[in-house]
């Protein structure tokens, strides 16, 4: 009786998500940052109400001016009558594990429009960039009807590099005088871009870095995907200032054109392949995880203790460890 109720509730609420309340919303994405059965059950149950939206990821190194960036395009997407999702992603807090830049202070603009909807989430340690649960709250973006999803990723170099496997188009955002274009190649985000932005274009510097980055790709021959002119898809790179609103049409064009040669080129259903593998390593990470903690305290303890007398050597505590709580409870 009691999983009869549960379930009862689940579809009420999917089924107000799917009419777009945003109180149900928003719910449903708290149930999703959950690690508990009733987040699974509602994931597990949205997930096959997905598979429209245009899910667009933003990087680039702090500075870069991603959030004013996301404010302004998601104005102009709105212009053209689509519903926008934004998924913030702050660092998390080493306390609570909790987002602690709250972009949406930064998108104050975007509050009153009924067509916007802002979602501040944490990385909770995720080393690529992204946790688990970003991906479940795209979904119900995606659910609710949210025709483009915006990912903003934290921007911290190196290890930034989920959102390729997380969403249909992927913009590297730089920025004049950072030093962005040795840092993108160092960051290996040259190769991960669909379209490369260089923001604070009204800067002196702007014009030597997008002419960096043209000359980086005709080297690269156009980044990972082998993607140029003989595939179909030369990566653009575009001048922007969205604090003045310069070059932001030209990037949501540019946006647009890609979601069209994805679609027309058949590599949109590559592009959901990778980001299917992508969330089920993600969650097996996390159930390996979740199990580790649960179960095994005192055998954490007694392993630290070795490794650390250098009576075993990390790597067979970690298989031990391992080996120990894959094996499903009884």
Not at 51 to 64: I, K, Y
Not at 127 to 137: M, Y
Not at 176 to 201: F, M, N, T, W, Y
Not at 269 to 293: C, G, H, N, Q, S
Request: charged share 25%.
């Amino acid at each position: 009786m009691q999983g009869q109720a549960a379930a009862a509730f689940s579809e009420n609420l999917i089924d107000d998500v799917l009419a777009g309340r945003r109180r149900s919303i928003s719910r449903a994405m708290s149930l999703a940052e959950t690690t508990g059965s009733a987040g699974r059950e509602l994931a597990a149950a949205i997930y096959g109400h997905t598979g429209r939206a245009h899910v667009v990821g933003l990087t680039g190194v702090p500075g870069s001016g991603k959030s004013t960036m996301v404010r302004v395009l998601a104005q102009n997407f709105r212009r053209t009558g689509r519903r926008v999702g934004i998924v913030a992603v702050d660092p998390s807090s080493p306390f609570s594990g909790g987002a602690i830049l709250g972009d949406r202070i930064r998108m104050l603009e975007l509050a009153g429009d009924p067509g916007v909807f802002i979602r501040s989430m944490a990385t909770r340690g995720a080393l690529g960039g992204l946790a688990r649960a970003s991906l479940d709250v795209v979904d119900v973006f995606d659910a609710a009807g949210f025709d483009i999803v915006l990912i903003e990723t934290v921007g911290v170099g190196q290890d930034e590099v989920d959102i390729v496997q997380a969403a249909h188009t992927v913009v590297v955002v730089s920025a004049p005088g950072l030093g962005d274009e040795i840092q993108a190649i160092k960051a290996g985000v040259l190769e991960i871009a669909d379209i490369h932005v260089v923001s604070k274009c009204d800067r002196p510097e702007a014009s030597e870095t997008v002419v960096d980055l043209k000359t980086m790709l005709k080297l690269g021959e156009s980044g990972r995907h082998g993607v140029g002119e003989a595939a179909g898809w030369s990566v653009p790179v575009l001048a922007t200032s969205a604090q003045n609103r310069e070059g932001m049409e030209e990037l949501v064009a540019a946006i647009d054109g890609h979601r069209t040669y994805l679609d027309r080129s058949g590599e949109i259903a590559d592009r959901r392949r990778r980001i299917a593998e992508m969330r089920i390593l993600k969650t097996a990470e996390e159930i390996v995880r979740a199990r580790i903690l649960g179960r095994s305290a005192g055998m954490m303890e007694a392993l630290v203790g070795r490794v650390a007398a250098g009576r075993v050597d990390p790597y067979s505590a970690a298989l031990g460890l391992v080996d120990q709580n894959t094996k499903p409870t009884d």
